[in-house]
């Protein structure tokens, strides 16, 4: 009797693990970036006067999506973006 091929089996699967924990990080970036931007975009997220000055990105202290922009007296104030 032979036996089944395991190193084959386990390539196949970890290959398949990385494949969708790859979509997933693509998909929370995905979202995020358009959750941000909506968020970002609202003239109720920043200040009065200030809204196009408006910037977003990623922030690792603390981790998450982040406003960030200049208030009228020259403050930088940010907004994280959670789930």
Do not use: N, Q
């Not at 975009?41 to 922009?69: E, I, K, L, Q, Y």
Request: with cysteine; proline share 7%.
């Amino acid at each position: 009797m032979t036996k089944p091929p395991e190193r084959g089996r386990r390539v196949v699967v970890t290959t398949i693990a990385l494949l969708v924990l790859a979509a997933g990080v693509s998909l929370y970036f995905a979202v995020g970036s358009h959750r941000m931007d909506t968020a970002c975009s609202r003239d109720a997220t920043s200040p009065t006067g200030v809204a196009s000055s408006v910037s977003h990105g990623w922030s690792w202290v603390p981790p998450g999506f982040t406003c960030t922009w200049s208030t009228p007296d020259g403050d930088v104030e940010r907004t994280s973006l959670w789930w």
